[in-house]
T-cell receptor, first 114, second 113 residues
């Protein structure tokens, strides 16, 4: 059974640009969550999608957005990139929502903003 | 606001020893407490999880102890091996909020051969 797939693995962008990251959840999983991981702030929740609807949102500015497609794949977008957006962006998939179900993470997309 | 506090930040243990990592939470609505293991360049991998109706859960060399009244839980790694050298994160969530995880700050474990 394939795990969570995130693409691309690495990205280098310039300040002011925008970026789109992709996540394919485990087959049969319908909930996708996104996290930002930095050395200073640790792992922080961005948002969660289930059935193409955002169910939960973390404390991030509106430059961070996401969406989910009917096949449960998800994308997140960051507009007007800032240097501080450099981080490892992680996607996690879970079987359902709500309720505490196991969350499985992908390998992440390493975003560097220069 | 850090709702899950994890300690220590790092620890060094000899091969065969016991690694102990502690977490404390503030939100009494949390009802699911997983632990994740992360190697450099990889995403976190689910290790073991516990719910508050259980005081202890063991899977192989990994044991979670849970103290609901103290709002604390801990991970014990028995017979630590060099391959266990990684960063460990505790987390917590509440069912009504879906699968949103609130993470502790992480503990970097180094197991010396």
């Amino acid at each position: 059974k394939a795990g969570v797939t995130q693409t691309p693995r690495y990205l280098i962008k310039t300040r002011g640009q925008q970026v789109t990251l992709s996540c394919s959840p485990i087959s049969g999983h319908r909930s996708v969550s996104w996290y930002q991981q930095t050395p200073g702030q640790g792992l922080q929740f961005l948002f969660e999608y289930f059935s193409e609807t955002q169910r939960n949102k973390g404390n991030f500015p509106g430059r961070f957005s996401g969406r989910q497609f009917s096949n449960s794949r998800s994308e997140m977008n960051v507009s007007t990139l800032e240097l501080g957006d450099s981080a490892l962006y992680l996607c996690a998939s879970s079987i359902s929502w709500p309720g505490n179900t196991e969350a499985f993470f992908g390998q992440g997309t390493r975003l560097t903003v220069v | 606001q850090q709702q899950v506090k994890q300690s220590p930040q790092s620890l060094i243990v000899q091969k065969g020893g016991i690694s102990i990592i502690n977490c404390a939470y503030e939100n009494t609505a949390f009802d699911y407490f997983p632990w994740y293991q992360q190697f450099p360049g990889k995403g976190p991998a689910l290790l073991i999880a516990i719910r508050p109706d259980v005081s202890e859960k063991k899977e192989g060399r990994f044991t979670i102890s849970f103290n609901k009244s103290a709002k604390q839980f801990s991970l014990h790694i028995m017979d630590s091996q060099p391959g266990d050298s990684a960063t460990y994160f505790c987390a917590a969530s509440k069912g009504a909020a879906g699968n949103k995880l609130t993470f502790g700050g992480g503990t970097r474990v180094l197991v010396k051969p």
